[in-house]
């Protein structure tokens, strides 16, 4: 079992940054994939940035390469994303995920969710 807490969401104002932390309870969490996700109003929920648990790579949508980093504490069980240059279109509420790749669905199954933080870009 994995617990998750999300925190650090806030306003800020275009081209600012925000650092997002996701606490993580349990034992095996350095043996999970830890993932961010967002979901803006009236949007599904899409994936933002991922990193294996070996902390060796890092994937990215294309909507924030270059400006948005994740970076994991394996001893402090916890997981970060870094965000800089923040745009309007940013804004939504973030989810740290925990989850491992299925090797019969070919894809990253993600079975544990954070509750969500409120992250807001202003014009």
């Known amino acids: 079992q994995v617990q998750l807490v999300e925190s650090g969401g806030g306003l800020v104002q275009a081209g600012g940054s925000l650092r997002l932390s996701c606490a993580a309870s349990?034992?095996?969490?350095?043996?999970?994939?830890m993932g961010w996700f967002r979901q803006a109003p009236g949007k599904e929920r899409e994936f933002v940035a991922r990193?294996?648990?070996?902390?060796?790579?890092?994937n990215y949508a294309d909507s924030v390469k270059g400006r948005f980093t994740i970076s994991r504490d394996n001893a402090q069980n916890t997981v970060y994303l870094q965000m800089n240059s923040l745009k309007p279109e940013d804004t939504a509420v973030y989810y740290c995920?925990?989850?491992?790749?299925?090797?019969?669905?070919?894809?990253?199954?993600?079975?544990?969710w954070g509750q969500g933080t409120q992250v807001t870009v202003s014009s």
């Open positions: 995920a925990a989850g491992r790749w299925d090797a019969l669905s070919r894809k990253y199954e993600y079975n544990y």
């Open positions: 990193m294996s648990w070996g902390a060796g790579s890092a």
């Open positions: 349990g034992r095996t969490f350095s043996s999970y994939t």
